[in-house]
């Protein structure tokens, strides 16, 4: 079955340590997308990218990095410099038109605790 | 920068009565998405409306957008148990980019 993989489903670590948190998908999208989900804020998104080797910064991409080597994948970097990182992050994936924006099909998500 | 809201936050209902979500934006969009997270979950994508003043149905779900493009609705007649969920309104201006409202959160009482 087609679909977006994000791995693991629960991850913990401490302050002071970056995380970097995996995202794959075999739907043959161009684009791809990491959203923060926190309660009572929605989602909010931190990078995407529409080709490969090429990513924009979102809303809120301070204290994150990414990458795009591959057209399956888009792994998130979560850095020693984001102040508020527990949170709950969703890769989603789409396919790119540049008319309007295609239906977003979603990951099962990351729920990243530091303590 | 864009901000789109949405309206109520949490919504209660006995399992039967009808429910309405609001988004609106504070500016012109493209296109609206919406989008229902079932607890412990993730963002199941519903529907896309891009035509001034359109509306769309699905079985008890009726979708409007804004005639001037900048708010829309999802109404659920009826409602159901299977119904609970979060439910996301996104509007896209640039394309590329959704910007998602905070999100309803439907409770069903049977």
């Known amino acids: 079955d087609g679909g977006i993989t994000q791995s693991p489903k629960y991850l913990f670590r401490k302050e002071g340590q970056n995380v970097t948190l995996s995202c794959e998908q075999n739907l043959n999208h161009d684009a791809m997308y990491w959203y923060r989900q926190d309660p009572g804020q929605g989602l909010r998104l931190i990078y995407y990218s529409q080709i490969v080797n090429d990513f924009q910064k979102g809303d809120i991409a301070e204290g994150y990095s990414v990458s795009r080597e591959k057209k399956e994948s888009f792994p998130l970097t979560v850095t020693s410099a984001q102040k508020n990182p527990t949170a709950f992050y969703l890769c989603?994936?789409?396919?790119?038109?540049?008319?309007?924006?295609?239906?977003?099909?979603f990951g099962n998500g990351t729920r990243l605790t530091v303590t | 920068g864009q901000q789109v809201m949405q309206i109520p936050q949490y919504q209660h209902v006995q399992e039967g009565e009808d429910f309405t979500t609001y988004c609106n934006s504070s500016t012109t969009l493209s296109n609206i998405q919406w989008y229902k997270q079932r607890p412990g979950g993730h963002p199941v994508f519903l529907i896309q409306?891009?035509?001034?003043?359109e509306v769309k149905k699905q079985k008890r779900l009726t979708f409007q957008f804004g005639e001037a493009k900048k708010n829309s609705s999802l109404h659920i007649t009826a409602t159901q148990t299977t119904d609970v969920g979060t439910y996301f309104c996104g509007g896209g201006t640039s394309y590329g980019k959704l910007t998602f409202g905070q999100g309803t959160i439907l409770t069903v009482h049977p």
């Open positions: 989603a994936s789409s396919i790119w038109t540049s008319s309007y924006n295609s239906p977003l099909h």
């Open positions: 409306l891009v035509k001034s003043g």
